[in-house]
């Protein structure tokens, strides 16, 4: 196996992996640091962010851009391993970790960018539709599209394609609830049912990539073991 594939992998892996223990932080620093916000209006939501330090917001957003474009990578390292009649299956994967990483991006860059720039520069009309604090935004909705449909098929492709070994069975257990979670923090969404996109979307993709991206690096470093 050559040893540049096998590094990409694992140092896209460390890096989704990283990139989750960052947003726990800053969930728990944002959670300690200012009350929880429930949207209600425009003013309501500029008065809470002068009033609260946003700098756990923003270190979160910033690493959602740095995980989505490191999954894109590390579906690719999984095509790799995927069974030979199946590599379709890991091709329509990949396409969808892209859409996924292509739209969670433009989202999140948008926040800690253009709309950074208009709250300091007290630009607030028709503001409300590109923040995310806003859940029935245009962007929200943008990237509640990528986190529940493109990321969700994305790995469920690459559940169906990847190889039946021993060392994989982490990685596919994790996408398979990765998948799931993602179904219905979709449902959720759509229904307005917040708890259940909550559950999902934030506990069930956590819980899905921290075994992913784990049984990875342990997948990976048995390879490397292998070809010494």
Same mark, same amino acid.
């Given at each position: 196996?050559?040893?540049?594939?096998?590094?990409?992998?694992?140092?896209?892996?460390?890096?989704?992996?990283?990139?989750? $223990? =960052?947003?726990?932080?800053?969930? @728990?620093?944002?959670? $300690?640091?200012?009350?929880?916000?429930?949207?209600?209006?425009?003013?309501?939501?500029?008065?809470?962010?002068?009033?609260?330090?946003?700098?756990?917001?923003?270190?979160?957003?910033?690493?959602?851009? $740095?995980?989505?474009? @490191?999954?894109? $990578?590390?579906?690719?390292?999984?095509?790799?391993?995927?069974?030979?009649?199946?590599?379709?299956?890991?091709?329509? *994967?990949?396409?969808?970790?892209?859409?996924?990483?292509? =739209?969670?991006? =433009?989202?999140?860059? %948008?926040?800690?960018?253009? %709309?950074?720039? @208009?709250?300091?520069?007290?630009?607030?009309?028709?503001?409300?539709?590109?923040?995310?604090?806003?859940?029935?935004?245009?962007?929200?909705? %943008?990237?509640?599209? *990528?986190?529940? /449909?493109?990321?969700?098929?994305?790995?469920?492709?690459?559940?169906?394609?990847?190889?039946?070994?021993?060392?994989?069975? *982490?990685?596919?257990?994790?996408?398979? !609830?990765?998948?799931?979670?993602? !179904?219905?923090?979709?449902?959720?969404?759509?229904?307005? !049912?917040?708890?259940?996109?909550? %559950?999902? /979307?934030?506990?069930? =993709? *956590?819980?899905?990539?921290?075994?992913?991206?784990?049984?990875?690096?342990?997948?990976?470093? !048995?390879?490397?073991?292998?070809?010494?």
């Amino acid at each position: 196996m050559n040893k540049i594939i096998l590094n990409i992998g694992l140092w896209s892996a460390i890096i989704c992996l990283t990139s989750f $223990i =960052v947003w726990i932080i800053s969930f @728990a620093g944002i959670a $300690i640091q200012s009350p929880l916000f429930y949207w209600t209006n425009i003013e309501d939501y500029i008065q809470y962010i002068n009033n609260n330090n946003q700098f756990f917001q923003y270190l979160a957003k910033s690493f959602m851009i $740095i995980f989505s474009l @490191a999954y894109m $990578i590390l579906a690719i390292f999984f095509y790799e391993f995927t069974i030979t009649d199946r590599k379709i299956l890991a091709k329509i *994967g990949i396409t969808f970790s892209i859409m996924f990483a292509l =739209v969670s991006s =433009v989202h999140y860059f %948008v926040q800690i960018s253009s %709309v950074r720039f @208009a709250i300091t520069e007290n630009e607030y009309s028709g503001l409300e539709h590109f923040l995310q604090s806003n859940p029935s935004s245009f962007l929200s909705s %943008v990237n509640m599209l *990528g986190w529940t /449909i493109f990321l969700g098929l994305s790995t469920l492709f690459m559940y169906l394609g990847l190889i039946h070994r021993s060392e994989t069975k *982490g990685i596919r257990l994790g996408l398979l !609830i990765n998948s799931i979670s993602c !179904i219905f923090g979709g449902i959720g969404y759509l229904f307005q !049912i917040d708890l259940l996109t909550f %559950v999902f /979307i934030n506990l069930g =993709v *956590g819980l899905a990539f921290f075994i992913i991206t784990i049984s990875s690096i342990r997948f990976i470093n !048995i390879l490397k073991r292998e070809h010494k």
